[in-house]
């Protein structure tokens, strides 16, 4: 990682995981994904650019690599969520399920108009469900 500005998403990326996997292991499932859906709480003016977005994509999956617990799809959509909230930038979370030889997989993600921060190699297999109604 030569980049200052991967290396600064890298640390990011850590820091939102972190956080991300202390909500998961207090929160119940319905509360993780009522956060995730939840509306912003203020504006949204701001706007990630292609190259920012495969930035905080790289760095998320990168690091929940080499972490010592399991980052999985929902603590990565948790971390990208907390993340795009803090650049006041808007997203959808997106729940999908699969049925394949192993019975049914269920998967999280999100996305920024439209294209997928977290998640992506297995949001192409996935029926997303219809996202819920905030209100």
Do not use: N
């Not at 699969?98 to 439209?114: F, I, K, P, S």
Request: net charge positive; glycine share 8%; charged share 25%.
């Amino acid at each position: 990682m030569r980049d200052p500005a991967e290396r600064r998403a890298a640390a990011r990326a850590l820091r939102y995981l972190v956080a991300a996997r202390l909500l998961h292991a207090r929160l119940p499932a319905s509360a993780l994904i009522a956060r995730l859906s939840a509306a912003p709480d203020g504006p949204r003016p701001a706007r990630l650019s292609e190259a920012e977005r495969e930035r905080m994509r790289r760095a998320l999956a990168g690091m929940s690599r080499r972490l010592p617990w399991r980052s999985d799809c929902m603590i990565q959509s948790l971390a990208a969520r907390m993340w795009l909230d803090a650049l006041g930038v808007p997203c959808r979370f997106r729940l999908g399920a699969a049925r394949g030889a192993e019975g049914l997989a269920a998967h999280a993600w999100v996305e920024v108009d439209g294209a997928v921060v977290t998640g992506g190699r297995a949001v192409g297999r996935m029926a997303a469900f219809a996202p819920a109604d905030p209100d």
